[in-house]
């Protein structure tokens, strides 16, 4: 049995509901958690949890180890190098560089083994752009920070369904040019390998979804199932691995067709994202695959509208923490076996 | 308080599983329905009855007005001009005059007010488009057979969800091209219509969803939400009903937000599709709206590979039959007012 890690959270943007999430999963669901720690301030924190009638000890910690110590009794918070003081609803440019070093630091600590996984709380990128920040998103920020040059993809779990977009913030019509068996078969195989290392699948099936109404009904209404999927899927059986498609987009997520998949893989961002949040919406977390550390998050925003009105729902994040405890396990169990 | 009278059954592809559900229909869910009759050959259904062991009295009548005294104790056919002889899973073009004929008679008996309302069983096109059939679909045919040349809208409608695709059975491509600021207006104006006529709301809520990720995230990751979506909704909003959107995509189907609206009207097939049928498979009805007949369906195919099986489901046949006398009674009401 290897020695026991805490996990590690960001703080998100600071005037979202990030704050708010890790003070209430701690105070909820501590009892069904691993230790975690936040890279948070912890005056910041002290004031939210005061101000929303949260009954929540802060313990001030320097090294991620004494986490493991603390956590029945307090939330573990590790200061930043700065102190954070944001309005509610009202990201400013001044609490980029703390949201930042938030972040690389959670990734060092991962990446050194000082954490078992990394869980971020959601930030606000406008508002890091404004600072400097040159990346399209949280994602391709960790990716770099880990280095390597990984692509990162991402797949969004909960417990009906998951599917993983082919492309994710690009135009619809982006999407389509960018669609191409190459693309459709580096997806699938990483998807296949993540369903076996992190999810302890030792068969996976992957579905594969079809890209017009009726997966193209045999080309009368559009070529691409045929010309650009069907092939790629033909590629990805030759691993052996249990591949079949392309399925009509609308019949891949009836309940019977969920039972036979353990993910499905989707031509574009909604296409993955509408089935996930119409089933699941409190309980999706987003995953990062093709990373060598294990980083999950919420499936939500930063919900600014209701930061500090004490209404956010951990929820997400709960599940979050938990999905990168159980991908963190099996990749151990993996690496002894 | 009008006389009464009964709905009306198409047989639909007599090698699927129309002629089960009928009679499934018709065991077990008499109770909970108004009287209908169906338009199909009473010997094939004593047939079907019989070796799927369903305890079924077939009743054959003349009249339409003859279904209701019958309707307690047998299930009212009314023979087609020819015999129906099929093979479970094997559509034959012999057969498809018959099938022409019960939609065609069907609708004169809605249209001439001996029926109430028109339920169609699933057909099979490619065998009634050997037969010289011309239209792209059931739905097209029926508009043609009404006459008036009015363009029929397909609205899915579930307990979870109403949704309404500007575009129907075209590649995804096309669908993109097909998207203006007029389609929204037209197919808002009806869905508006309908919402009040057929489902007696008084102050629809229409959500408009957007296309890109995101809506497009204010022109980053998208055009068309801002130049053609945003505009619809503003001239949909002079008539004074509530419209609101561009709606991300894949935030419009969750339970908070399905709470927001009556129905939402989709940019194409498969983002209307994917969520109802995710969520409420076995009892999505197809309505068209657009007619001035009542016309539903249920939605879902002629299922040929578990014709004559005994396993088929008539959950969703039972729920179009009921959301036919709903949305007949809710005409009903509204003339008389």
């Given at each position: 049995m290897p020695e026991k890690i805490p996990c590690v959270l960001t703080m998100g943007e600071?005037?979202?509901i990030g704050g708010e999430l890790s003070l209430k999963t701690w105070a909820l669901k501590r009892h069904e958690l691993e230790p975690f720690f936040v890279l948070d301030d912890?005056?910041?924190?002290?004031?939210?949890?005061?101000?929303?009638?949260?009954d929540v000890e802060i313990s001030e910690i320097t090294d991620p180890a004494q986490a493991l110590s603390e956590f029945s009794n307090a939330l573990p918070v590790m200061p930043l190098s700065q102190s954070v003081n944001s309005t509610p609803g009202l990201p400013s440019v001044e609490t980029a560089p703390a949201v930042?070093?938030?972040?690389?630091?959670?990734?060092?600590?991962?990446?050194?083994?000082?954490?078992?996984?990394?869980?971020t709380n959601p930030i606000q990128k406008e508002t890091l752009y404004d600072a400097g920040f040159i990346f399209p998103g949280h994602t391709e920020y960790l990716a770099?920070?880990?280095?390597?040059?990984?692509?990162?993809?991402?797949?969004?779990a909960s417990p009906s369904l998951r599917v993983v977009p082919l492309t994710v913030h690009v135009p619809l019509r982006v999407a389509l040019d960018q669609l191409s068996t190459n693309l459709i078969v580096e997806h699938g195989l990483l998807v296949i390998a993540a369903l076996k290392r992190d999810f302890a699948i030792e068969h996976p099936r992957l579905a594969v979804a079809g890209l017009n109404p009726h997966a193209g009904e045999g080309g009368k209404l559009g070529g691409e199932d045929l010309s650009i999927i069907a092939?790629?899927?033909?590629?990805?059986q030759k691993t052996g691995a249990k591949v079949f498609g392309p399925v009509p987009p609308d019949a891949l997520f009836t309940p019977r067709a969920r039972d036979g998949y353990d993910a499905a893989l989707c031509m574009y961002h909604d296409q993955a994202l509408i089935p996930i949040k119409a089933l699941d919406f409190d309980r999706a977390?987003?995953?990062?695959?093709?990373?060598?550390?294990?980083?999950?998050?919420?499936?939500?925003?930063?919900?600014?509208?209701?930061?500090?009105?004490?209404?956010?729902?951990?929820?997400?994040?709960?599940?979050?923490?938990?999905?990168?405890?159980?991908?963190?396990n099996s990749r151990l169990l993996k690496a002894a076996a």
């Open positions: 600071p005037a979202g912890p005056i910041r924190l002290r004031n939210i949890a005061s101000s929303l009638g949260l930042l070093e938030s972040i690389a630091r959670a990734v060092e600590y991962t990446q050194s083994g000082r954490a078992k996984a990394l869980i770099d920070l880990v280095g390597g040059g990984m692509q990162p993809v991402m797949m969004l092939p790629a899927i033909a590629i990805l977390v987003n995953v990062t695959l093709g990373l060598p550390i294990v980083r999950t998050s919420p499936d939500h925003g930063t919900a600014l509208d209701i930061a500090s009105k004490g209404i956010a729902d951990p929820s997400s994040l709960v599940c979050a923490i938990k999905m990168a405890i159980d991908i963190s």
